[in-house]
């Protein structure tokens, strides 16, 4: 078995609100390098994992190293930049396509050269013609290509994704798999990602988590989907835990 370098550690990690437990005690790690699905029943916790990983939440206790480093010795800022996110609804600030691959870079109080802006949108499959479009006018798979462009223009070592292409019809979908997966290979970018599509976990991912009642119920090479160990993750696989 192929021994990877964990991306992202957790130990013990616990998190709750008002003192209700949401995930936790997880201990697990995502491959660096690889793509991870992250799969489980809706209320599993996914999301709350995916805000862990980049400091958008505190674990109540436990710890994650980032690269082998505590993520509490991250400036907030320094953290996001390293781990970036997509989200599902892609939001878009007011403007043209380059005003949102510009901010990034504006929060830094840096410039994005038009040519390097052309090139981004190349790496995602959209040509230069799109830069000055307003992004109100894209298609819900267009602002997910420009959305993950952004993010990229951070050189993000590790990518979050949160249902990416959950609101997608299939040729989109079928489009921004096959660009992760190039994003991956092209720049080596650990990627996390959450996905309801259990077929989607196991061709795209090299890896899997399954989360289920907030507890990390098994890992492994994403074909551990097509015969589970565990008795809960057989019953969320056959569609009998939602």
Same mark, same amino acid.
């Given at each position: ?8 550690? %957790?130990? &013990? ?9 949401? =995930? ?5 790690? %995502? ?10 029943? /809706? ?5 709350? =994992? *995916? ?6 939440? /505190? ?14 010795? %991250?400036?907030?800022? $320094? *953290?996001?930049? @390293? =781990? ?14 380059? $005003? ?8 830094? @109080? ?5 040519? $390097? ?16 479009? @307003? ?9 997910? @290509? ?9 050189? /993000? $070592? ?20 096959? #660009? ?9 970018? !650990? ?11 196991? /061709?795209?991912?090299?890896? !899997?988590?399954? #989360? ?8 492994? &090479?994403?074909?551990?989907? +097509?015969?589970?160990?565990? +008795?809960? =993750?057989?019953? %969320? ?6």
């Amino acid at each position: 078995m192929t021994i990877y370098e964990p991306a992202i550690h %957790f130990m &013990d990690v616990r998190y709750s609100i008002d003192n209700k437990p949401i =995930v936790g005690p997880i201990t697990g790690s %995502f491959p660096s390098g690889r793509i991870t699905t992250l799969v489980g029943p /809706s209320g599993a916790g996914k999301t709350t =994992v *995916l805000k862990l990983c980049n400091g958008l939440l /505190s674990p109540d206790s436990g710890e994650i190293l980032i690269d082998g480093q505590s993520a509490t010795t %991250f400036e907030p800022t $320094d *953290l996001r930049r @390293k =781990v970036g996110m997509a989200l599902q609804d892609a939001p878009m600030v007011n403007g043209t396509v380059y $005003d949102n691959l510009a901010l990034p870079l504006r929060l830094q @109080k840096k410039e994005l050269p038009e040519p $390097d802006a052309i090139s981004w949108l190349e790496d995602v499959g959209l040509s230069g013609d799109y830069l000055h479009k @307003k992004a109100s006018e894209l298609s819900g798979g267009q602002r997910q @290509k420009v959305s993950i462009a952004r993010t990229l223009i951070n050189r /993000s $070592d590790i990518l979050l994704m949160d249902e990416i292409t959950s609101a997608l019809d299939k040729a989109s979908r079928r489009e921004i798999e096959s #660009l992760i997966t190039r994003i991956n290979q092209k720049y080596g970018t !650990t990627i996390i990602w959450i996905t309801h599509n259990l077929e989607q976990a196991i /061709s795209i991912g090299d890896y !899997t988590w399954v #989360l289920i009642s907030g507890e990390l119920i098994e890992t492994g &090479d994403s074909h551990i989907l +097509e015969d589970p160990a565990d +008795e809960r =993750v057989r019953r %969320f696989v056959k569609g009998e835990l939602q």
